[in-house]
């Protein structure tokens, strides 16, 4: 599966980016789908992640809830991550992942807070400096 992921910069601190994720091979409405980060120095994060039809359910780590926003555009097949107030801490490369392996028809009530994310995008960078 290929996920294309885009939107990262610099920015600087209390600042916002949105990132945004496509694929052409599944509708984005249909799998577990999200966002994981790697620090220089950290382990992975699991950011963000949605599930379900319309709407869905989503879910945020402590870390970032309150400011980043994760949504869909079944339009454009595309997942983003609104990221607001942004800090230094924040700063990672983003991957844009999903599971294939458990459409939600199946598995409705697929956990998001702890996704098996079996295929990933590229990652795109993000750096929060002054």
């Known amino acids: 599966v290929q996920l294309q992921a885009s939107g990262g910069g610099l920015v600087q601190p209390g600042g916002s980016l949105t990132l945004s994720c496509t694929t052409s091979e599944f509708s984005v409405e249909n799998f577990p789908i999200g966002w994981i980060r790697r620090a220089p120095g950290k382990e992975r994060e699991g950011v963000s992640c949605?599930?379900?039809?319309?709407?869905?359910?989503?879910y945020y780590a402590d870390s970032v809830k309150g400011r980043f926003t994760i949504s869909r555009d079944m339009s454009k097949n595309t997942v983003f991550l609104q990221m607001n107030s942004l800090k230094p801490e924040d700063t990672a490369v983003y991957y844009c992942a999903a599971d294939p392996a458990h459409p939600v028809v199946y598995y409705s009530d697929y956990d998001c807070s702890a996704p098996l994310f079996g295929s990933w995008g590229q990652g795109t960078q993000v750096t929060v400096s002054s």
């Open positions: 949605i599930i379900g039809y319309g709407a869905g359910r989503t």
